[in-house]
């Protein structure tokens, strides 16, 4: 019960006392009468009095607790961050993505522009701002919540939702990192089903997403990671309206794009011009049954406006 609803009944308990008073002295001028005459008037008075108290009982028997619980503090309790020396990759492919541990904590040895992206959901091409070496220094980051989770309570998608907003908090206190966010009319790719229908395999597994390039398969997974992936091979925003749930083996192989082209290139193995693979256009519609269309649609972006280097652990 708050004040505001004490105020009627303190209202209601002043107008009381001013009752019984007046029935004490019409009491007294009545002494002479018969005795349950003044019965009745002092009951008249008492009950006044007694509708009140039993309405200010109920209510706080009712009243909330004054005590709410806090909300939990999404940060790392310890968090390690060391430069990583660029002459001490031994080879094989760098990871794109921090690896999430059972209990919340990441692994990450990713650049520091792909862990924002991770952290605010984004692709590369959705972010601008910041100076050259976000892109290029790869810091090594161990973190552990202050509160483990539950892996048995949380989906790995769950978990990996709640280690984006610990490494959000990371970034702002150890880096700096001021960003704003900016939604914008821009060039989209639709992905929807073609109209002789999708060429999708159900599937129970749940096996992850394998991108290599010119290449995308899964031994099981929703549309939405495949939509995932399409995203930085298109280098553009990707609108999932293929309607389709639940999860679906697929294989997809296509003519690397232009992005893929320029890391083969780099590693000595460059696209040849007699290379036989379709478009990826031309694969998605002929392999999977969906389509890829070009129109205009709402493209989030984040802008960097502030960060700086780490002080980084020994």
Known sequence: ?????LSPVMNHHRQSILLAAAAWLLTLSLRKNHASIRFRLWLAASGKRLIPISLLIAGLGHAPSSVAQAPERMVFKVASIKLMDAASHTGGPLPRVPGVTPGGGIRSSIPISGLICWAYRIDKFQLS???PW??????????EPEKPDDPTALSSEQRADRARERVKALLADRFHLDVRTETKEAEVYVLSVAKEGHKLTPSSESGGVRHGAGVIESPGAPISFLVVMLKPVLERWVLDETGLDGQFKFKLEYLPVDVERRALALSGKPVTADDPRPSIFTAIKSQLGLELQSRKGPLTTVVIERIERPTVNQ
């Open 1 to 5: 019960m708050t004040a505001h609803n």
């Open 129 to 131: 701002g910041g100076p």
């Open 134 to 143: 976000i892109g290029s220094d790869r810091y090594a980051i161990e973190a």
